[in-house]
Protein backbone atom coordinates (compact mmCIF):
# COMPACT_ATOMS: atom_id res chain seq x y z
CA UNK A 1 0.00 0.00 0.00
CA UNK A 2 1.37 3.56 -1.17
CA UNK A 3 2.06 6.03 1.81
CA UNK A 4 0.23 8.65 0.29
CA UNK A 5 -2.89 7.90 -1.96
CA UNK A 6 -4.73 9.91 -4.03
CA UNK A 7 -7.60 9.26 -6.52
CA UNK A 8 -5.53 9.92 -9.77
CA UNK A 9 -8.49 11.40 -11.69
CA UNK A 10 -8.75 12.97 -14.31
CA UNK A 11 -11.49 15.14 -13.18
CA UNK A 12 -13.00 16.99 -15.65
CA UNK A 13 -15.08 20.10 -14.61
CA UNK A 14 -16.49 23.16 -16.16
CA UNK A 15 -15.45 26.45 -15.46
CA UNK A 16 -17.31 27.73 -11.88
CA UNK A 17 -17.82 24.11 -10.70
CA UNK A 18 -16.19 22.96 -7.29
CA UNK A 19 -14.28 20.47 -7.57
CA UNK A 20 -12.70 18.61 -3.89
CA UNK A 21 -9.88 16.44 -3.72
CA UNK A 22 -8.93 13.40 -1.28
CA UNK A 23 -5.97 12.01 -0.03
CA UNK A 24 -5.20 9.54 2.55
CA UNK A 25 -1.99 8.62 4.66
CA UNK A 26 -1.03 5.52 5.93
CA UNK A 27 1.74 6.96 8.49
CA UNK A 28 -0.02 8.16 11.60
CA UNK A 29 3.68 9.87 12.36
CA UNK A 30 3.36 11.90 9.39
CA UNK A 31 3.56 15.14 10.89
CA UNK A 32 2.53 18.53 8.18
CA UNK A 33 0.62 18.40 5.34
CA UNK A 34 0.83 20.03 2.44
CA UNK A 35 -0.73 20.15 -1.08
CA UNK A 36 1.28 21.15 -4.16
CA UNK A 37 0.63 22.03 -7.66
CA UNK A 38 1.97 20.77 -10.45
CA UNK A 39 2.06 21.53 -14.22
CA UNK A 40 2.71 19.22 -16.96
CA UNK A 41 6.85 18.81 -17.30
CA UNK A 42 7.05 21.24 -14.61
CA UNK A 43 8.45 21.14 -10.82
CA UNK A 44 5.60 20.75 -8.02
CA UNK A 45 4.80 24.22 -6.37
CA UNK A 46 3.62 24.79 -2.41
CA UNK A 47 -0.40 25.51 -3.06
CA UNK A 48 -0.99 25.89 0.78
CA UNK A 49 -0.18 23.51 4.52
CA UNK A 50 -3.01 21.87 6.22
CA UNK A 51 -3.87 22.06 9.02
CA UNK A 52 -6.38 20.24 11.37
CA UNK A 53 -8.86 23.86 12.16
CA UNK A 54 -9.31 23.53 8.41
CA UNK A 55 -7.96 26.56 6.43
CA UNK A 56 -8.85 28.82 3.42
CA UNK A 57 -6.49 30.81 0.58
CA UNK A 58 -9.37 32.41 -1.48
CA UNK A 59 -10.93 29.57 -3.15
CA UNK A 60 -9.38 26.96 -1.63
CA UNK A 61 -9.96 25.27 1.26
CA UNK A 62 -8.04 23.03 3.44
CA UNK A 63 -8.85 19.98 5.84
CA UNK A 64 -7.10 17.58 7.74
CA UNK A 65 -8.77 14.65 9.64
CA UNK A 66 -5.82 13.32 11.78
CA UNK A 67 -8.03 10.66 13.24
CA UNK A 68 -9.09 9.64 9.87
CA UNK A 69 -5.52 10.41 8.21
CA UNK A 70 -7.00 12.29 5.61
CA UNK A 71 -6.73 15.41 3.78
CA UNK A 72 -8.99 17.33 1.40
CA UNK A 73 -8.33 20.06 -0.87
CA UNK A 74 -11.89 22.01 -2.15
CA UNK A 75 -11.69 24.16 -4.94
CA UNK A 76 -14.24 26.43 -5.48
CA UNK A 77 -15.54 28.79 -8.59
CA UNK A 78 -12.89 26.69 -10.89
CA UNK A 79 -10.81 28.48 -13.35
CA UNK A 80 -9.13 27.29 -16.84
CA UNK A 81 -5.90 28.29 -14.64
CA UNK A 82 -6.50 25.56 -12.33
CA UNK A 83 -6.00 23.05 -14.57
CA UNK A 84 -3.04 21.11 -13.45
CA UNK A 85 -1.96 18.59 -10.88
CA UNK A 86 -2.63 18.20 -7.31
CA UNK A 87 -0.20 16.84 -5.14
CA UNK A 88 -1.00 15.79 -1.85
CA UNK A 89 2.09 15.64 0.49
CA UNK A 90 3.07 14.74 4.00
CA UNK A 91 6.21 15.69 6.28
CA UNK A 92 8.15 14.18 8.59
CA UNK A 93 10.14 16.08 10.60
CA UNK A 94 11.76 13.24 13.01
CA UNK A 95 13.33 12.64 9.56
CA UNK A 96 14.94 15.44 8.61
CA UNK A 97 12.15 17.23 7.31
CA UNK A 98 11.61 14.28 4.40
CA UNK A 99 8.34 14.69 1.91
CA UNK A 100 6.42 11.91 0.83
CA UNK A 101 4.56 12.80 -1.99
CA UNK A 102 0.71 11.02 -3.48
CA UNK A 103 0.55 10.33 -7.30
CA UNK A 104 -1.16 13.40 -7.83
CA UNK A 105 -5.03 14.38 -8.90
CA UNK A 106 -5.34 15.21 -12.29
CA UNK A 107 -7.69 18.24 -12.30
CA UNK A 108 -8.24 19.40 -16.28
CA UNK A 109 -10.95 22.97 -16.15
CA UNK A 110 -12.80 23.04 -19.60
CA UNK A 111 -14.53 26.25 -20.79
CA UNK B 1 13.77 35.05 -3.09
CA UNK B 2 14.57 31.58 -2.33
CA UNK B 3 15.19 30.49 -6.36
CA UNK B 4 16.82 26.86 -7.47
CA UNK B 5 18.03 26.23 -10.80
CA UNK B 6 19.18 22.99 -12.18
CA UNK B 7 21.13 22.58 -15.32
CA UNK B 8 20.37 21.32 -17.71
CA UNK B 9 16.76 21.53 -18.34
CA UNK B 10 16.72 18.46 -20.86
CA UNK B 11 19.35 15.94 -21.84
CA UNK B 12 19.48 13.14 -24.21
CA UNK B 13 22.28 10.93 -24.19
CA UNK B 14 23.29 7.23 -25.73
CA UNK B 15 23.12 4.52 -23.18
CA UNK B 16 26.02 3.80 -21.03
CA UNK B 17 27.06 7.19 -20.74
CA UNK B 18 27.68 9.33 -17.56
CA UNK B 19 25.32 12.69 -17.25
CA UNK B 20 25.75 15.12 -14.13
CA UNK B 21 22.98 17.43 -13.14
CA UNK B 22 23.21 20.40 -11.18
CA UNK B 23 21.38 22.01 -8.44
CA UNK B 24 21.84 25.57 -7.04
CA UNK B 25 20.25 27.57 -4.60
CA UNK B 26 20.41 31.27 -6.24
CA UNK B 27 20.24 33.65 -3.33
CA UNK B 28 20.10 31.12 -0.05
CA UNK B 29 22.65 28.82 1.37
CA UNK B 30 21.30 25.46 1.65
CA UNK B 31 22.62 22.90 4.24
CA UNK B 32 20.25 20.16 2.93
CA UNK B 33 19.36 19.31 -0.83
CA UNK B 34 17.24 17.06 -1.88
CA UNK B 35 17.11 14.66 -5.41
CA UNK B 36 13.75 13.15 -6.78
CA UNK B 37 12.94 11.53 -9.85
CA UNK B 38 9.29 10.98 -11.56
CA UNK B 39 8.19 8.70 -13.80
CA UNK B 40 5.50 9.88 -15.70
CA UNK B 41 2.01 9.53 -14.53
CA UNK B 42 3.60 8.83 -11.27
CA UNK B 43 4.61 10.68 -7.83
CA UNK B 44 7.79 12.54 -7.21
CA UNK B 45 10.45 9.31 -5.46
CA UNK B 46 12.78 11.02 -3.03
CA UNK B 47 16.25 9.10 -4.30
CA UNK B 48 18.18 10.92 -1.69
CA UNK B 49 19.46 13.69 0.95
CA UNK B 50 22.44 15.04 0.77
CA UNK B 51 23.58 17.83 3.71
CA UNK B 52 26.70 19.79 2.60
CA UNK B 53 30.11 18.44 3.59
CA UNK B 54 29.20 15.30 3.89
CA UNK B 55 27.62 11.79 2.51
CA UNK B 56 24.47 11.92 0.89
CA UNK B 57 21.68 9.28 2.36
CA UNK B 58 19.91 7.19 -0.20
CA UNK B 59 16.70 5.72 0.28
CA UNK B 60 16.36 1.95 0.06
CA UNK B 61 16.42 0.66 -3.54
CA UNK B 62 18.61 3.59 -4.87
CA UNK B 63 21.97 2.45 -5.36
CA UNK B 64 24.25 4.97 -4.77
CA UNK B 65 27.18 4.15 -7.03
CA UNK B 66 25.14 4.76 -9.91
CA UNK B 67 23.48 8.18 -8.83
CA UNK B 68 26.61 9.93 -7.43
CA UNK B 69 25.78 13.07 -5.16
CA UNK B 70 28.11 15.53 -4.09
CA UNK B 71 27.14 18.44 -2.08
CA UNK B 72 30.43 20.50 -1.81
CA UNK B 73 29.10 23.89 -0.86
CA UNK B 74 26.42 25.56 0.06
CA UNK B 75 24.66 26.60 -3.04
CA UNK B 76 25.60 23.63 -5.23
CA UNK B 77 24.40 20.20 -5.46
CA UNK B 78 25.43 17.50 -8.14
CA UNK B 79 23.79 14.41 -9.23
CA UNK B 80 25.44 12.19 -11.84
CA UNK B 81 23.66 9.03 -13.23
CA UNK B 82 26.85 7.13 -14.30
CA UNK B 83 26.27 4.08 -17.23
CA UNK B 84 22.71 5.41 -18.00
CA UNK B 85 20.33 3.10 -19.62
CA UNK B 86 16.88 3.78 -21.24
CA UNK B 87 15.23 3.13 -17.57
CA UNK B 88 16.88 5.56 -16.33
CA UNK B 89 15.18 8.31 -18.32
CA UNK B 90 12.94 10.01 -16.06
CA UNK B 91 11.92 13.57 -14.72
CA UNK B 92 14.72 14.76 -12.11
CA UNK B 93 14.22 17.31 -9.48
CA UNK B 94 16.39 19.00 -6.51
CA UNK B 95 14.96 20.67 -3.95
CA UNK B 96 16.55 22.63 -1.39
CA UNK B 97 16.19 23.83 2.22
CA UNK B 98 17.58 27.62 3.59
CA UNK B 99 19.55 27.16 6.18
CA UNK B 100 18.10 29.19 9.20
CA UNK B 101 18.33 28.96 12.89
CA UNK B 102 16.65 26.44 14.90
CA UNK B 103 15.46 23.33 13.65
CA UNK B 104 16.08 22.85 9.91
CA UNK B 105 13.45 19.97 9.10
CA UNK B 106 10.84 22.72 9.82
CA UNK B 107 11.81 24.91 6.84
CA UNK B 108 10.22 24.84 3.45
CA UNK B 109 11.84 23.43 0.36
CA UNK B 110 12.13 24.80 -2.77
CA UNK B 111 11.98 22.64 -5.77
CA UNK B 112 14.11 23.51 -8.86
CA UNK B 113 12.56 23.70 -12.12
CA UNK B 114 14.10 19.64 -13.18
CA UNK B 115 15.76 17.86 -15.57
CA UNK B 116 14.19 15.34 -18.42
CA UNK B 117 16.85 12.82 -18.69
CA UNK B 118 15.88 10.84 -22.12
CA UNK B 119 18.76 7.78 -22.45
CA UNK B 120 18.52 6.04 -26.12
Known amino acids: RKEVEQDPGPFNVPEGATVAFNCTYS??????FFWYRQDCRKEPKLLMSVYSSGNEDGRFTAQLNRASQYISLLIRDSKLSDSATYLC????????????FGQGTELSVKP | GAVVSQHPSWVICKSGTSVKIECRSLDFQATTMFWYRQFPKQSLMLMATSNEGSKATYEQGVEKDKFLINHASLTLSTLTVTSAHPEDSSFYICSARERLAGRSSYNEQFFGPGTRLTVL
Open chain 1, 89 to 100: VVKRWNQGGKLI
Open chain 1, 27 to 32: NSASQS
